[in-house]
């Protein structure tokens, strides 16, 4: 039979999943011999049975009731009886943390008897009376569904009566009034009287636990933390001890170590005569937990002692709930605590330098996530203005600019040397320039996958977005935010860590992060700060342990250049199509329009050397390493002008009965022919070159001749040939034909053996469906999960992000964006065949992926464990994508020891 109850004796914290991490923590002390309030713990599985039939299971009141009989044994009392009764706790508890999210009720067991002999003494009557006023209020909200507003109403009615500034100056008689009139709220509210009797409260109190599970708090939270919604909360029911029964009781909150900069010692706060929950809700002022030592050393030793051991028996960094009960200390809570990115390096390197933790360890304390925020530039708040807005953290850093509401002035504005802030409802395509202008983007529209987030968080550009207090008016060319109007030209500040916006110019504080690895991550002198030298030591960790090797996507000689200095072994993804637009447009627009095979060869010939030149300057910037060039992607009336424009011109030149520009003709024309309702599925990729004659054969040319350029100036070009968007084998085997040619033609011209690796992306579920078929004709693969995400789910991500995804993430149908992480039951499903089955076909295929996922630090994992040799992202990225492979293949080292044992 289930086992729906666990004694804290029975538990301990392995038991996560089943008790909750509050439950396996309190289970865990107690296993410790440090002071725990007796108690047991209800299971998440219980919980699961009552979300999915709306029952408790049948023997859980047996159960309980069956370990409420030996706590009370114990005890020597019992719940809720008249002399000196047992009261009890009763708290949520899921495997994950969710703060706040979910109910709690304290003092079970109490009721018009038992308050009287919790009183005991005359000078306990006031305790006891408050202690019944909490329970009727909580039981009265949370589990009978009364609005807590109401209490609050009546309390401070009273208060107001009495003149009271707060809750300690209303006496007990006071406090007997108010549990009555609690008590009648409940009545007429539901129609039902409280609860007297013990054992009902408590199955009440579990039950209501089980429901806040579902309370909207709880699923907004989850959503936001990717928790999944069919964990369930476990339940915790605990003796009650209390922190409000004089000057020599009180209740804390405390780490181990400093949670901001990570510094060893004893932080905290402490409330003398106080519960827990007033502490939390910051009602009065706490002192510092320092404070304690004065007010009751022997509590303080004791408290820094168990500190010690937990710290020691965690090893990490543990967050702590005390009471002091009369003198005596008891433990409410302990959990490995949360801690910002700088705490998180530099703990891990001071619990290796105790000899706490291995280095292997070490690096499992730290993630790609926190390194990204080491990264970026970041506010100085002593000096922060005042806060005009709250949106979505979407890519992080921090920035200061004027706002402008549109991409062209973003692009006038900074090409003065001005620093913007582009302002938006929400972003589309033709936003990018006005992106790469900026210093940051600030939307009120969109989610974390928005057009806007996506982009900035590949370009390293700080967003915030989904601002949804502001509105943007782009023909007012000013926004509203807190009633105050920001009109275009006004600098404003966007933090991008933590989502929010203020007003003026805060100063900002550059990353020696940053710094340190745009110098070529050197071993860092004694003088450089304390972090840099955390992180340099866990990157040295990493990149000794990963066997992923980490490349970067660039397509200009700079870009190489700094990716290379962030450790990239070499450029995975150099997209060509950039280099078609700018001045080069008019030779793409003559390619497209010559009429036949002599025009279009002069627009060939014209475009050649300037490709030639792209290729050397990044063969050159990343000598020696492997540069993966891909042949030309996007549809070609992506460098065409725009249908409506060229309408709309030629019929205002034929209403002004002037003569159109015979060009303009013509290049509406073939933009017609050209036009495409879906593009993304049209004419691209492969397709492209095997239809426009010349076009691969360009471009194929273009880097042979770099290679030569760079072998005769004494380098080492190692250039690769990349053939996107395939379907069948066949496509490939034609282009590859055409390369080969050129590659022979180019060597033979020149007398330098040009050999060129030629390979093909996996961005489509046919080819990867067919992937050992290809892999005859491809010497690599490189995944491009952009791609095969859009055609695996079929649809495309810039229609798709704004429409419906926040929806979508809402409803919990997407845990993530498929965009950002990968989806490994689908898409994952379909990269796992191609990698079997190409390297079936080709043992030494070499396999990469170039999709936004390869500096994504989940994705990276994936990767790591479905064999990839290499993952490709933007050169920003690469630090986080080097230090996920290295913990990714710790992480599988792991995994392999615990199956073994
Ligand atoms: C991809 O599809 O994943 C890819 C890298 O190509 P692009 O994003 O350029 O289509
Ligand atoms: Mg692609």
Known sequence: MTKYVYDFAEGSRDLADLLGGKGANLAEMARMGLPVPPGFTVTTEACRVFLATGEAPAQLNQEIAAHLATLEQAAGRRLGQVDHPLLLSVRSGARFSMPGMMETILDIGLNDYSVLGLAGSPERERFAWDSYRRLVQMFGSTVMGVDSALFEEALARLRKEHRAADDTQLDTADLIRLVETYKDLIQERTGEAFPEQPAEQLRRAVLAVFTSWNGERARIYRRREHIPDDLGTAVTIQTMVFGNLGADSGSGVAFTRDPATGRPGIYGDYLPNAQGEDVVAGIRNALPLQDLARLDPASFARLRDTMQKLEAHYRDLCDIEFTIERGTLWMLQTRVGKRTAQAAFSIASQLTDEGLISAREALDRVDGRALARLMFPRFDTSAAGDVIAHGIAASPGAAVGEAVFDSAEAVRRAAEGRQVVLVRQETAPDDLPGMVAAQAVLTSRGGKTSHAAVVAR???????????????????????????????????????????????????????????????????????????????????????????????????????????????????????????????????????????????????????????????????????????????DPPLHEFLPDRTELSVRLARDEALGRAPEPRDAELLAAVTRMHEENPMLGLRGVRLGLVVPGLVAMQVRAV?????????????????????????????????????????????????????????????????????????????????????????????????????????????????????????????????????????????????????????PESVHFFHDVGLDYVSCSPFRIPVARLEAGRAALASVAADERRAS
Request: contains cysteine; hydrophobic residues 40%.
């Open 704 to 856: 042979a001749e770099a290679v030569v350029a760079r072998r005769r100036a004494g380098g080492d070009p190692r250039a690769e040939i990349m053939v996107p968007l395939v379907d069948t084998v066949e496509e490939l085997h034609l282009v590859k034909e055409e390369v080969e040619r050129v590659l022979s033609e180019v060597s033979r011209e020149t007398g330098v053996t040009v050999d060129c690796p030629v390979g093909t992306m996996i961005e489509l579920p046919r080819a990867a469906l067919t992937a050992g078929k290809i892999a005859r004709d491809a010497e690599f693969f490189s995944f491009g999960t952009n791609d095969l995400t859009q055609t695996t789910w079929g649809f495309s991500r810039d229609d798709v992000e704004a429409a419906f995804f926040s929806a979508y993430l809402d409803k919990g149908i997407f845990e993530a964006s498929p965009f950002e992480t990968i989806d490994r039951e689908g898409v994952g499903r379909l990269v796992e065949i191609a990698v079997r089955e190409g390297r079936a076909a080709r043992p030494d295929l070499k396999i990469g992926v170039c999709g936004e996922h390869g500096g994504d």
């Open 458 to 632: 590949g370009m390293g550009k700080v967003c915030v977005c989904g601002a949804e207090d502001i509105v943007v008016d782009p023909r007012q060319r000013c926004f509203v935010a807190e009633g105050v109007t920001v009109p275009e030209g006004v600098v404003i500040s966007v933090d991008g860590s933590e989502g929010v916006v203020r007003l003026g110019a805060v100063p900002l504080i550059d990353s020696e992060v940053m710094r340190y690895f745009d110098s070529g991550g050197e071993l860092p002198d004694e003088n450089a700060a304390p972090t840099v030298r955390e992180v340099h030591r866990l990157m040295e960790q990493a990149d000794a342990a990963r066997r992923l090797e980490v490349r970067a996507n660039a397509d200009t000689p700079e870009d190489a250049a700094r990716a290379r200095r962030f450790g990239a072994q070499g450029i995975g993804l150099c997209r060509t199509e950039h280099m078609f637009l700018g001045d080069r447009r008019t030779l793409v627009e003559a390619m497209i329009l010559a009429h036949d095979d002599v025009g279009r060869a002069a627009a060939l010939a014209a475009l050649l050397p300037l490709q030639r030149q792209d290729f050397t300057g990044i063969l050159e910037a990343m000598d020696s390493l492997p540069v993966t060039i891909r042949l030309l």
